[in-house]
């Protein structure tokens, strides 16, 4: 029901908003874009059946299709086609991930914050810029953060499609999943039909690159260039997609933002054990698994959590046979950090409680003075100190000397270079980055948090106005480099553009692009600091 009074409402704002005169709003403050309006229905004909989308802001628009079905921890299946023409003006339904909203503090992620908590969960959005099936644009498949256990395509606003295919001239994709317990149970000793239920949810993302492949000539775009992007634990979904069989072919360029761990992938062994102690929690005897495809998914999911199983692809030495992406060595590869990932100041000023105002202002340590920051560092790194503030500034210079405090480990888990050395170990060709703009939120976030990079990727900064309020023309700046860079990438495999040359990373040079206030291509540009950072913390 919620569903339908939200199509209802969707297709009356779709087809009423044109009747008015809107005044243009500029999306930058150098006005190369504009916002506009829903203009007219779009009507196309794909491998199963007609969808109706509608043209905003000169792109066409088409939310929610369904690339196909799947019935709990089975392979999906192809959608069954339909007769006539399906409504394509509202996202599809959300995996189930017990949450009741997404978001608590909508000022950092901008949320769009309803859960419908459906499994019929498996949909695309597409927005493109032509509808002409000879137009061969490139194509951008987005895949969701929030490890393999929560999010959604459009689960915060700088998701959305529309300025980046506007920018770029290219088709934008994104992908809903199966997720958590839904997605990565690994039922494979219980029956056939159970085989890959380990990595049923990336089955649907690679059934999805498969629907791509057949229905995205259709809306201008290249099914002989598509590219995957993910971030956080999308860029995961992106090394996993690279190490699969199934996946091969369906895809040609990769890009990991601030993700692509192995943490999460778990042998075969180390899955089983822990769907056995599922079992024994909800006292299901190995002969009444079939029961599990009918327990109510709150039982089930809290089930999960209690026998503690990590959520994520299995290494089955057959759908995903070695955990490793050499297979992908000659797919380009695009990877990096923002610069403070998870080490930074910006959850506590939005979750945190204070007891005067006073005390929240003390906590906003980007307001920290140089000499308030080197006592901290005195106390953080000992002798070490000086040697690691000077090196810092060597690495950093124009920042804030507090923000060192708060740097991502680009050598430790939580980054992307152990990704760009094996692939460059494999032959194959990486660039690698490191997005280092502070936005001026509370005064300056200490350091970029993780995800703050994607409406900068996406050319989304009209969806986060508070981020960049007071240094807009620098914001659209850097938006506007980081965009070109993610789509060159896309048409030619090269992030390369006008005045800013980026060369490919090696073992030897290290090669890695700044974005910045000025950015650029730095070599080696840090690893003197963290071989310091690394020889303080080992003497403690």
Request: include cysteine.
């Amino acid at each position: 029901m919620k569903r339908f009074i939200s199509v209802v409402l969707c297709v009356m704002l779709v087809f009423s908003i044109t009747f008015f005169s809107v005044k243009k709003v500029a999306l930058s403050s150098e006005k190369d874009s504009e916002i506009g309006v829903v203009t007219t229905e779009v009507f196309a004909k794909i491998s199963t059946g007609g969808v109706i989308g509608y043209k905003y802001n000169g792109i066409n628009t088409f939310l929610g299709i369904p690339y196909a079905t799947a019935k709990r921890f089975e392979m999906p299946k192809r959608v069954s086609s339909w007769q006539g023409y399906r409504t394509c003006f509202v996202y599809g339904e959300v995996c189930p991930q017990g949450l009741k909203t997404m978001n608590k503090f909508d000022i950092m992620c901008y949320s769009n914050a309803a859960i419908e908590n459906e499994e019929s969960c498996l949909t695309v959005n597409v927005w493109t810029p032509s509808m002409d099936p000879k137009a061969k644009k490139p194509v951008i498949v987005w895949l969701h953060g929030g490890g393999f256990t929560t999010g959604s395509a459009h689960e915060y606003k700088f998701y959305e499609g529309t300025n980046l295919a506007k920018f770029g001239d290219i088709v934008f994709v994104s992908v809903n999943h199966r997720l958590n317990v839904l997605g990565f149970l690994d039922l494979s000793a219980y029956g056939e039909k159970y085989k890959y239920s380990g990595n049923a949810g990336m089955a649907d993302i690679i059934s999805a690159l498969q629907w791509v492949r057949e229905n995205i000539s259709v809306f201008g775009g290249d099914p002989n260039n598509v590219t995957i992007v993910g971030q956080s634990g999308g860029g995961s979904k992106v090394t996993t997609l690279m190490g699969m069989p199934a996946a091969k072919g369906l895809f040609h360029k990769a890009v990991v933002m601030s993700g692509g761990s192995a943490k999460a992938t778990r042998t075969k062994a180390q899955a089983q054990a822990e769907t056995k102690k599922l079992l024994e929690i909800l006292k299901i005897s190995e002969k009444e698994v079939d029961k599990l495809q009918t327990i109510p998914y709150d039982e089930l999911y809290a089930a999960a959590q209690k026998a503690g199983i990590m959520f994520g692809p299995v290494v089955d030495g057959d759908y995903y046979p070695d955990g490793t992406f050499k297979m992908s060595k000659n797919i380009p590869l695009m990877c990096g950090n923002v610069m403070g990932e998870f080490n930074t100041n910006l959850t506590g000023l939005l979750l945190g409680d204070f007891p005067t105002p006073e005390a929240w202002q003390k906590s906003n340590i980007s307001k920290i003075s140089d000499e308030e920051a080197k006592k901290l560092y005195k106390e953080k790194y000992g002798d070490k100190a000086e040697a690691i503030i000077q090196a810092f500034k060597k690495a950093y210079p124009g920042h804030k000397l507090v923000e060192g405090l708060f740097l991502n480990d680009r050598y430790g888990f939580f980054s992307t270079l152990s990704i760009a050395d094996a692939m460059v170990s494999y032959g194959g060709k990486v660039y690698n980055y490191v997005v280092a703009y502070n936005y001026p939120l509370f005064g300056g976030i200490v350091a970029v948090h993780t995800m703050n990079d994607v409406p900068f990727f996406f050319y989304n900064l009209d969806k986060v106005p508070a981020w960049i309020a007071g240094d807009e023309k620098t914001a659209y700046k850097v938006a506007k480099e980081m965009a070109t860079a993610l789509v060159n990438f896309a048409r030619y495999g090269n992030p390369s553009q006008s005045g800013l040359p980026w060369p490919n990373y090696t073992i030897k040079n290290h090669a890695t692009m700044i974005f910045d206030k000025t950015s650029g291509v730095k070599y080696d540009f840090d690893r003197e600091l963290f071989n310091l950072i690394h020889a303080a913390m080992q003497n403690k």
